[in-house]
């Protein structure tokens, strides 16, 4: 049978482990299945000051990254479809993060914001500004840049969004070439007619490159919603992992390795990778009844 | 040249606009290749610490290039850590993964698109339904399920559950319904099996999209942390993603020695991407337009 080796991997380990996690969710025990609890570790969770904490890590780095993301990918997609010359080169060179390993780069990025070591101390120190403690600066960065006029634990804090500007430096080619890719479907009629009407670029990008290219940005933020709220790498490979910088680092993703891997909570780990799961299906879908009414396809 | 000015004129362009147009084109390719610089500049950066001395790599400074070339360093590493053994791993483990998806999803795909079988919908949707399942909803399970088979620390547990995915056997039923029926038929009548008009008909059809499939599978295996951390335990069977974030505890300050370990593992998956570049981009135009 064609199928079997195929089924043989996806039942064991991609359907059936759904119906296993929720069972997990309900049973108490240190690596051991141990007793059933009921809705404990959903409890428990709701209660947990680091279970919201780690909530508010992975949204505040979601808004962070997918808007600079996409306004990064667009802009520097105008400007490639503008141009012919090198388009190809810098098409190549703006997608070589993207494809290279997080770790590897993360590593590079964890000694530029080394507060010894780093480069961005040292140009700080040139320019004559305050060196900061970056990846281990738990402070808000909100509260760095008013002088202290902000409470420090409002907002990010400085160490996540350094996590933040790695991630944005390592996907935005992904968004370049997604819309290059669908500026270069739009019909070449458009931009004729709206010539001889005698728009100009700022009125054809507002008026028809922004509307008919609707589709791709909503698949961008799908993608990219999905993405920034389970995103493992970035964070394993740059939080601190004495303290993740007071917990101002530790994602939803952190928390539940940490949780189920580290301390052999699993059913704690379970219930909180349920939780997110159901987030993130309850935000795509969201997403997407909101497209059916404002995408415009062609 | 009167002539085409004037025609030139009459379709609304004239020579100031021109002028303005090239000065727009020339700060549009300024702006690009600035910030093309700055993207590349951690690659850079990378590659030439890695050629440092520990003297030099540990002093900061934006001048990228090294007083002395120690290529020794590249040498060095393997000796350092098991950089070595941690490359073994990973290369055996994405090379077994991208054959048996290239198997595994050529059959599936080929059923899917080709055969005619009870219940074949849903099992199709079922399939399908695994792409939407997230990742972290199964890793517990699937971690327990390792360990209860008594696959934990083993190369069966790294490579094993990554041998099938819905989306590469999508691409490949996909694939495999271009192929005109009409094929299909003359190579029925004259007795073909399904087996051998696969291998011979079929797969030489469909290799733009099996290349695809390797190559995404091969570096989703190579570049994947999360499962290995989780269901290895020391460094017979640890891969080089979670052999560097061992090594970056066990460096300290030696920044070269860091470098040059992230620049190897960065190398294989930048050398692949310059040379399949083209099936990358058709692959996210393919994506992006599905949106």
């Avoid at chain 1, 900061?132 to 990010?156: F, M, S």
């Avoid at chain 1, 728009?199 to 919603?225: C, D, G, M, R």
């Avoid at chain 1, 780990?269 to 995408?295: D, K, P």
């Amino acid at each position: 049978m064609f199928l079997f080796p195929s089924l043989l991997i996806l039942f064991p380990f991609f359907i059936f482990p759904i119906f296993y996690a929720l069972q997990l969710s309900l049973w108490g025990g240190k690596r051991n299945m141990g007793t059933f609890v009921g809705l404990k570790n959903y409890i428990f969770a709701f209660q947990n000051p680091m279970f919201w904490q780690s909530l508010q890590v992975t949204l505040y780095y979601a808004m962070i990254t997918i808007p600079a993301t996409l306004l990064l990918g667009f802009t520097f997609a105008y400007f490639l479809a503008k141009i012919i010359r090198a388009r190809t080169f810098l098409r190549i060179l703006f997608f070589v993060p993207y494809v290279t390993s997080t770790v590897a780069v993360a590593m590079v990025w964890r000694i530029f914001y080394n507060p010894q070591l780093g480069l961005f101390n040292y140009i700080l120190k040139t320019l004559g500004l305050p060196v900061q403690q970056w990846l281990l600066e738990p402070r808000g960065v909100l509260n760095i840049i008013t002088g202290g006029a902000i409470d420090p634990h409002y907002g990010p804090s400085l160490a996540l969004v350094c996590i933040s500007l790695f991630d944005i430096w390592h996907t935005f080619g992904f968004a370049v070439v997604v819309f290059l890719a669908g500026m270069s479907t739009l019909p070449q009629e458009y931009y004729e007619s709206a010539k001889i009407d005698g728009a100009n670029p700022w009125k054809i990008l507002l008026h028809i490159e922004l509307p008919l290219l609707s589709p791709t940005w909503l698949f961008l933020i799908t993608v990219q919603s999905i993405r920034s709220l389970q995103s493992f790498s970035s964070f394993y490979a740059l939080s601190p992992a004495s303290g993740r910088t007071l917990g101002t680092t530790e994602n939803l993703m952190l928390h539940i390795y940490s949780q189920f891997y580290e301390y052999g909570y699993w059913g704690y780990g379970s219930a909180v990778a349920i939780l997110l799961s159901i987030f993130i299906m309850l935000l795509t879908y969201i997403q997407w009844q909101w497209a059916r009414r404002y995408v415009f396809y062609q | 040249m009167f002539f085409i000015n004037s025609t030139l004129e009459k379709k609304g362009y004239n020579i100031h606009y021109d002028l303005s147009r090239y000065v727009w084109k020339g700060v549009i390719y300024f702006i690009l290749f600035v910030f093309g610089f700055f993207v590349s500049f951690p690659f850079l950066w990378m590659v030439t610490s890695s050629l440092k001395t520990l003297e030099e790599a540990t002093t900061p400074s934006l001048w990228l290039f090294p007083k002395q070339w120690q290529w020794e360093n590249w040498i060095y590493i393997f000796k350092f850590a098991p950089f070595g053994k941690y490359f073994f791993n990973s290369f055996f483990v994405a090379g077994t993964v991208t054959f048996f998806v290239c198997i595994n999803s050529l059959l599936a795909g080929y059923a899917f698109a080709r055969l005619r079988f009870f219940g074949k919908n849903v099992i199709f949707a079922l399939v399908m339904a695994t792409m939407m399942v997230p990742f972290e909803a199964v890793l517990i399970p699937n971690f327990i399920l390792i360990s209860r088979l008594g696959w934990y620390n083993t190369y069966f547990a790294l490579i094993f559950p990554w041998c099938a995915n819905a989306f590469s056997i999508l691409m490949l039923r996909q694939a495999f319904m271009t192929i005109p029926n009409d094929y299909y038929e003359s190579a029925q009548i004259d007795g073909c099996s399904h087996i051998s008009f696969l291998i011979h008909l079929a797969i030489p059809f469909v290799k733009p999209a099996l290349i695809t499939v390797a190559l995404f599978s091969f570096l989703n295996s190579y570049n994947s942390l999360l499962w290995p951390l989780i269901v290895t335990a020391d460094e017979t069977k640890r891969v080089v993603q979670v052999g560097l974030t061992v090594f970056s505890g066990d460096a300290g300050v030696r920044v070269n020695l860091l470098m040059t370990a992230s620049t190897l593992v960065a190398l294989p998956t930048i050398i692949i991407y310059l040379i399949a570049q083209r099936y990358f981009f058709q692959e996210s135009i393919r994506v992006g337009l599905k949106g």
